[in-house]
Nanobody, 123 residues
Framework: QVPLLASGGDPMQAGGSLKLSCVAS????????LGWFRQAPGKEREGVAI??????TYADFARGRFTISRDNGKNTVSLQMNSLKSEDTAMYYC??????????????????WGQGTQVTVSS
């Protein structure tokens, strides 16, 4: 079991910024993947952003507003979220895979999930 410890979720006003971080100990290898999903109340879990090596992919709603990054020295993956909207309100989950994930935004590709951190954006 790979522990994924996410943090950074906070209440925020629309238009503000938040940075989520996730410590992902044990995720190694050039083809490993790290990323973020989210789930709003009453909605399906959806992919936000994924990275592997130097490659990234973003959901349409995240592109241009969110940035995923990885610090290999600290074994962390972060999600910088700017221009937050009320519809960004959700539980955000850090995810990982030790195998190549195809940079997929489908949850079945990821066998490790963090506990989630709540982001609430008020308009």
């Amino acid at each position: 079991q790979v522990p994924l410890l996410a943090s950074g979720g906070d209440p925020m006003q629309a238009g503000g910024s938040l940075k989520l971080s996730c410590v992902a100990s044990g995720i190694t290898g050039n083809r490993s993947c790290l990323g973020w999903f989210r789930q709003a109340p009453g909605k399906e879990r959806e992919g936000v952003a994924i990275m592997s090596g130097g490659s990234t992919t973003y959901a349409d709603f995240a592109r241009g507003r969110f940035t995923i990054s990885r610090d290999n020295g600290k074994n962390t993956v972060s999600l910088q979220m700017n221009s937050l909207k009320s519809e960004d309100t959700a539980m955000y989950y850090c995810v990982a895979s030790n195998e190549w994930c195809l940079l997929s935004l489908f949850p079945t590709r990821y066998n490790f999930w963090g506990q989630g951190t709540q982001v609430t954006v008020s308009s």
